[in-house]
């Protein structure tokens, strides 16, 4: 397909994207829009032997109703293993959570990281740089603010993912 054509489709669909969503916050505005927004994420920390992780991940989301909510959430991690290597990820995702009853939570979270990770010299390792995408899907139990569940990667990649493994547990917060 022609270079010019693509970027003008994906012009038109971004202008159309945000005349659309513009018209949805317009609209939700006068119809109480802010009393649907639910703010939360997470914080991570890990140490050990010469080992430090931290992460920061807000998110937040729209409910639609008591049983739809969607929303957009951001990622910041710093690795580093002493002697090593040293990392920097950050990234995005998209969340739809679905709650079936008031207790039971399904999650879908498409998140897509960039990887820039730089070894120790010594080491004779390329660095990386790259981007991870995870399509994470999830059954969880809610008590009012608070969900707790586990999620599977569908995407894991063993050498690409940022993960090592494609199950987790995970605690979500939105207030």
Same mark, same amino acid.
């Given at each position: 397909?022609?270079?010019?054509? !693509? !970027?003008?489709?994906?012009?038109?669909?971004?202008?159309?994207?945000?005349?659309?969503?513009?018209?949805?916050?317009?609209?939700?505005?006068?119809? +109480?829009?802010?009393?649907?927004?639910?703010?939360?994420?997470?914080?991570?920390?890990?140490?050990?032997?010469?080992?430090?992780?931290?992460? =920061? &991940?807000?998110?937040?989301?729209?409910?639609?109703?008591?049983?739809?909510?969607?929303?957009?959430?951001?990622?910041?991690?710093?690795?580093?293993?002493?002697?090593?290597?040293?990392? *920097?990820? @950050? #990234?995005?995702? =998209?969340?739809? %959570?679905?709650?079936?009853?008031? /207790?039971? /939570?399904?999650?879908?979270?498409?998140?897509?990281?960039?990887?820039?990770?730089?070894?120790? &010299?010594?080491?004779? =390792?390329?660095?990386?740089? @790259?981007?991870?995408?995870?399509?994470? %899907? #999830? %059954?969880?139990?809610?008590?009012?603010?608070? *969900?707790?569940?586990?999620?599977?990667?569908?995407? @894991?990649?063993?050498?690409?993912?940022?993960? &090592? +493994?494609?199950?987790?547990?995970?605690?979500?917060? @939105?207030?």
């Amino acid at each position: 397909m022609n270079k010019k054509i !693509i !970027i003008h489709k994906k012009a038109a669909f971004i202008i159309l994207f945000f005349l659309g969503f513009n018209n949805l916050v317009q609209s939700q505005q006068s119809n +109480d829009f802010w009393n649907h927004v639910r703010f939360g994420g997470g914080i991570g920390l890990g140490f050990g032997d010469g080992f430090f992780s931290g992460t =920061l &991940a807000p998110s937040a989301i729209y409910e639609f109703n008591e049983t739809v909510a969607l929303g957009l959430g951001l990622n910041g991690t710093i690795n580093n293993r002493k002697g090593f290597y040293k990392s *920097t990820i @950050y #990234g995005g995702s =998209l969340i739809g %959570l679905v709650n079936v009853i008031p /207790q039971l /939570q399904f999650s879908s979270e498409f998140e897509k990281l960039r990887v820039n990770r730089k070894y120790d &010299a010594s080491f004779n =390792l390329p660095d990386d740089n @790259y981007w991870s995408p995870a399509l994470f %899907l #999830g %059954l969880g139990y809610r008590n009012g603010n608070v *969900t707790f569940g586990i999620r599977y990667d569908v995407l @894991y990649d063993e050498k690409k993912s940022i993960y &090592a +493994d494609p199950w987790m547990p995970f605690v979500r917060f @939105y207030f």
